[in-house]
């Protein structure tokens, strides 16, 4: 039988994933990341990272976590499945040991990391039981695991401009599909993904926060420059329909609005946190949860 070129052996959501991210890396840095790095620090506190600790950041984007984790003096590796965001990631710090590598497949040896992190990376893998068996195969037992994840399905100023597009008439394409982890993005569900994967102790903290932006340096940034499903929706569009989504993302956005140029657009996303047991208590009782 003829062997499949590797490609195909990622699943269609898979290699959609690499399709969307691919070359978003620069807007994606000016824009949604200043989103994200709200819980780059939550999450280094959910695993206790510090001097010396041995960190992996896994779908580190443009590296907003790892370098985070530089800074408390920690020894950090990080993997991203696209080229261009682990190139953002090496620049944002020379000493970043970055690698382009995918969950659910990871080239480290077992219990290579004292922490492993991940910031909104979870809702992006094809098939999240598999993803969270190789970060437990990775972490040491008594090592701690991090991960945030939108509240799904999407609300608040992550709705905008799906709703948006909605309401411009536009339809969705059937070649972007719906996210995988809908699932599992609440808290009872989160948590019960660890706990699947055998993690020790899992918890789940909602974390609620607004974030404030200017609605053109989004449309710009985000939106309407490919980034995340609904940009990808949005620069496939001709200028009419182009202009119809954005006089609606205009009307939604006013919603939010705080001073002139600004708004405060709420953001609701868990932060699922676990321990791996240690060797005395694999398949016994919890380590210590650490939180
Ligand atoms: C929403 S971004 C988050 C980036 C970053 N962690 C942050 O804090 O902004 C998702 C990232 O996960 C990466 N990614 C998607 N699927 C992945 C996978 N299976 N393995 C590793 N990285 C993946 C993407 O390339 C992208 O950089």
Redesign the pocket.
Known sequence: MARRPAHRLLSDF?AY??RL?AGR?DA?GRG??LL??Y??EPLLDAVAAGPGTALL??????G??AVAALRRGAAVTA????PG?AGAAARAAPSLDVRV????RLPFPDAAFDAVT????IN???DPPA?MAELHRVLRPGGRLALTCWRLPPTGGLAVTREAIDRAGVAWPDDVPPPVFTPHGEPAAFAALLAAAGFAGPAVTELDWAHHTDPEHWWENVSAAGVGAAGVVISRQDPAATGRIRREYDRLMAAYATDPGRVALPMHALLAAGGRYSRADEGGGPVASGL
């Open positions: 898979d994933e690499r991210w890396a994606y949604f990341a994200t790095a819980t780059a950041d896994v779908g580190t984007g443009p907003t976590v993997v991203d499945a696209d965001m590598a995918a969950l659910p991940g910031n909104f990376v992006h893998v094809g993803a």
